[in-house]
């Protein structure tokens, strides 16, 4: 399965990790790109509405909200999360995104 990313920004943000974190993210990807829907805990965690979240755990937690679209998975918005929970004006920034994808 393909794995697109919705904008720039988070090239950005993968451009601005450190060696050992950006490696984690690859793997990530490489599962995603393999497995598909099938990933699961502790790699992926659903969120409801078709959103999903791809987790590293480490000195730095890094989250990539995503979504499945026309046969691809679409990584919507990256964070590095800071506290337990997930912001809410992040998975506001994905339901916006995805609600775009799914327009077209």
Do not use: C
């Not at 993968?14 to 790699?43: E, I, T, W, Y």
């Not at 800071?82 to 992040?90: M, N, P, S, V």
Request: proline residues 1%; positive net charge; charged residues 25%.
């Amino acid at each position: 399965m393909d794995v697109d990313f919705y904008s720039s920004d988070i090239d950005e943000l993968l451009l601005s990790l450190d060696k050992a974190s950006l490696r984690k993210v690859r793997g990530l990807l490489v599962a995603l790109n393999r497995f598909g829907n099938q990933l699961g805990l502790p790699q992926s965690k659903a969120l409801g509405d078709g959103l999903f979240e791809l987790r590293t755990l480490g000195k730095i937690n890094i989250r990539l909200l995503y979504t499945f679209h026309n046969g691809k998975a679409v990584i919507l918005h990256g964070l590095i999360k800071k506290t337990d929970r997930l912001g809410y004006a992040d998975i506001i920034i994905a339901k916006g995104r995805k609600f775009h994808l799914d327009k077209i």
